[in-house]
């Protein structure tokens, strides 16, 4: 249902500000709370140092899995409550520009997670081999990757609660 | 003053609104939907309706929790029409 109309460029400026505000508004209202932004982006960060130097030999393959099912858990929950308010927040976002950003946190995440695993492996005095992995030399290695993790899922959570890709200042 | 193809049904303040919110998220209740707006049951239902008839706006009703509740999307169609309109917005604007 288009019609061909007329508005001036002033109109268009104040309804594009209108979705601006909206967007926030939205954006805002469907937010996570503070304290669930922080476990979850700290478990996140856990996993991924989990993951990263995890080994037969030590126990942090229980970490793996303890956090791994405590942020399951943490989502699950969050799914729910927010259904008691009125948002049924999809697994996969609806729409295109939602799938592609969310392929691009998912690629984002493995990249970090599998670069911060092979350069603690590879740094390990049993399994090093020297110049096999451009940063075998780098101890901080599994610290560096839970604090990307960690802080991205922070970041993410909180501008974009619903993984659609929103444009958060549609005036420009 | 430029001519500009957009959509009359989504330019409306209160469907430009409707079409925002249900395009940031997945689905959303009409009571959550209606508080938002501050408007009456009826003014929402006419809105609705009317999106609803255009294609732009999906209605599941669906027991939750014990309650008879009512779910509103934008399908495709109207995540299309809503995405072309502000692109088309944008371009006016420059």
Known sequence: MTDENQITTAEAQSALESLNKIGNETISSLRPPLWFITITSLLCGILTFSLAVAEHENSWGLGVWLSGIAVVLL?????????LLGVRAPLLPPSGSGKVFLALQTLFFAVVVFVGREATVAGRPETRLEGAFPIADLPLAPYIAAVIVSLSVAYLTYKYPTNEWVQQDASK | MKNLRFNALIHAPKRLHICAMLSASGELEFKLLREQLDVSDSVLSKHIKSLQEAGYVG??????????????????AGRDAYTEHVKELREMVG
């Open chain 2, 59 to 76: 209605v599941a009703k669906r027991r939750d929790f014990g309650h008879r509740r009512t779910w509103l999307s934008l399908t495709s």
């Open chain 1, 75 to 83: 989502v699950l929950f969050w799914m729910y409550s927010a259904r």
